[in-house]
């Protein structure tokens, strides 16, 4: 079939469509309706339907692939490997799942996860799908605040952490974050279960603290069968930045997210039973959710989970593990592949990479340069794919299992099936013609695997995403694109103030937030500013109480380190910005609205765009002025 015919059945018939991808997973109690959109924007799908996300990961592989690799948690920082089975993941998933009904974790109950790259942060995620618990994973390079804030969100009974993650040789401690966390948070957990990896000392809280590998040595023979989930219930939440200081939970099901990343795996990236998937991102984003954890295991894949940078202890170490373990699908972002270029390629030609069939590239925008360079260099093709947390699979891409439609040079590719996708005018509401500016957008349903609403805010979902248009309600990706003349798509960057640095999603808003605790600022503006291997960085202009403070350059950058130590300290050096600019005034609308797009341009070096409603023009050429000292 070519992939024009598959996209529109799956646009004109999504019924039929998605009855027939249903069956690439095992359902206990077949579904009465495929999809439900009684109550748009919301969709239901697989309505009465029961299953698993654990079992179809892990349980279902038992039968004809137990000795097979399931997960391979390699660390570069503590030098260790360990490859587990899938009858091995079982028994470990089913362990952490009886310590976690021991501490009294409920079907729907939150279990706030804060770990590093390690094995047991899978098994915790496994082990709350198996028993119906809904998993919220926190990622690791998150501070005390924004922990706070999605534990007061998520109200998790059980926090699953560890002392300690590891990165670039240096121990980066997770336990006394997660306990001014919870000093600061409203919501009490009532127990927190630890990993000790012996990186750190932990203090532990009595009562509330409990020790996983003592536990564990009391469940070794647990076996905790399936929680059977109608396919409409939570599987996860998963925070994400907006346009507000608040990050707003995305929440999943489980029948749809099963299907879509069995069917993604499937079609787009092409993963077959016993190969291994490497996915370099980390469990705290949507891509370790979906890509390290959930996708390769559901397609009876082996994982990789890999704590590490991708230069240590050399460039070559991504390569080795492809070789070693005979990786055929492997999934990164641009800033990683941007970072390796600086290295002697040599290093990547040590290694026998025959086995590796294609390179999926997500999260931010791929330059020309760095797709040509990595192609050349690998020899194999180069996916880039574009979606979001919201989405949970890609929305644009090649579905190279359906046909291998070419790929197109800076562009994340045509829209996949399931995905009505439009390029919107803002403010006319009408659809764009080819190669015309305007805002991504969705029509509904969104397909199986999409956000179902915003955790306890169905309210918050509608007016957020599906209210952006005057005449037809559509899905907002908030992302501007165009649509070229034979349907591939171009994405030209956030139409909120969402910044992606280095493939990571971080609110202006929040570090704003965060930089005006600081007791001597007094007003300030974040933007993002292009940077060439990040992609983004976060640059901050801040008005202080008393100027007279940063009178020097010397007292200035004094109190810029103070400023990105608070940041560092609340949200996580993640968040921090790269400069920290004090002025004496910021552009403004005579309304008081902030001028972030202008402040933006002249970062960048580009004309500012339209100013007739600023109220004084001179605080352009301050931000101007403060850029080049
Ligand atoms: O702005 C788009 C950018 O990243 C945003 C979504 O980030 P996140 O929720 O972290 O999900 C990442 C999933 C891979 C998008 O709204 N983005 C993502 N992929 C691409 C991209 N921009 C350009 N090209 C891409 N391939």
Not at 80 to 89: C, G, I, M, P, Q
Request: with cysteine; aromatic share 10%; hydrophobic share 40%.
């Amino acid at each position: 079939m070519s992939y024009a015919a598959f996209y529109q059945e799956s646009i004109q018939h999504p019924d039929t469509f998605w009855d027939g991808e249903a069956k690439l997973i095992d359902w206990h109690t077949p579904y009465t309706q495929v999809l439900d959109q009684s109550r748009p924007p919301f969709a239901k799908w697989y309505v009465g339907g029961e299953t698993n996300l654990c079992y179809n990961a892990v349980d279902r592989w038992l039968p004809t692939q137990a000795d097979k690799p399931a997960l391979i948690a390699i660390s570069t920082e503590t030098n260790t490997e360990k490859t587990y089975s899938f009858a091995e993941l079982h028994l470990e998933v089913q362990r952490m799942a009886a310590i976690m009904l021991d501490l009294g974790v409920k079907q729907g109950d939150r279990v706030l996860i804060y770990m590093p790259m390690v094995a047991e942060a899978a098994f915790a995620m496994l082990a709350c799908a198996r028993i119906g618990a809904v998993h919220s994973v926190v990622f690791g390079g998150f501070a005390s605040k924004s922990l706070a804030t999605r534990i007061d969100d998520a109200k998790p009974v059980l926090v699953v952490s560890a002392d300690a993650g590891m990165r670039g040789g240096k121990a980066v401690p997770y336990k006394p974050l997660l306990d001014e966390a919870i000093a600061l948070s409203a919501h009490k957990p009532e127990k927190v279960l630890l990993v000790n990896r012996a990186l750190d000392t932990m203090q532990f809280v009595a009562g509330r603290d409990v020790d996983y590998a003592a536990l564990r040595e009391q469940h070794l023979d647990a076996q905790v069968p399936v929680t059977w989930l109608e396919s409409n219930a939570i599987s996860y939440i998963l925070y994400t930045s907006g346009t507000t200081g608040n990050p707003k939970g995305v929440q999943r099901d489980v029948g749809g997210y099963a299907v879509a990343l069995a069917s993604s795996m499937k079609h787009i990236f092409c993963g077959n039973p016993g190969e291994t998937y490497f996915a370099t991102s980390d469990i705290g984003w949507v891509v370790g959710h979906s890509y390290i954890v959930y996708g390769p295991l559901i397609a009876g894949m082996a994982t990789i989970m890999y704590e590490g940078t991708p230069i240590r202890p050399d460039a070559g170490v991504w390569w080795s593990i492809v070789e070693k373990y005979k990786v055929t699908r492997m999934f990164s972002a641009p800033t990683a592949i941007r970072v390796l270029k600086k290295h002697p390629p040599e290093l990547m030609k040590k290694y026998d990479l025959s086995s590796l069939k294609a390179l999926y590239l997500a999260g931010e925008p791929l330059d020309e340069t760095t797709s040509s360079w990595i192609a050349s260099e690998l020899g194999v093709p180069i996916i880039d794919n574009y979606w979001q947390t919201e989405t949970g699979w890609p929305i644009m891409s090649i579905a190279r299992g359906i046909e291998d439609k070419a790929t197109r040079l800076g562009s994340p590719g045509i829209a996949m099936y399931g995905y009505n996708v439009s390029i919107i005018n803002e403010a006319t509401g009408a659809e764009c013609a080819p190669n015309e500016k305007g805002v991504v957008a969705i029509r509904g349903p969104l397909p199986p695997g999409c956000m179902q609403t915003v955790y306890g805010d169905d309210q918050r979902f509608v007016q957020t995403y599906w209210s952006n248009f005057a005449h037809e309600q559509l899905y907002s990706t908030f992302d501007w694109g165009i649509k070229d003349a034979d349907g591939y798509y171009f994405i030209l960057g956030r139409t909120d103030d969402v910044i992606n640095v280095a493939g990571h999603r971080l609110g202006t808003r929040e570090i704003e937030e965060s930089i005006s605790s600081h007791p001597q600022i007094s007003e300030v503006a974040v933007v993002g500013v292009e940077d060439k291997l990040k992609g983004q960085v976060a640059v901050a202009f801040a008005i202080l109480k008393h100027p007279e403070l940063a009178a020097t350059p010397e007292a200035a950058k004094i109190l810029e380190a103070e400023v990105m130590a608070v940041v560092d300290k609340q949200l996580g050096a993640v968040a921090r910005p790269s400069r920290v600019h004090f002025v004496p005034m910021l552009p403004k609308t005579r309304s008081g609205k902030l001028l972030r797009r202008a402040i933006q341009a002249i970062c960048e070096g580009r004309d500012a765009g339209d100013l007739t409603t600023i109220e004084d023009p001179t605080s352009l050429q301050q931000i101007k002025a403060a850029l080049v000292v």
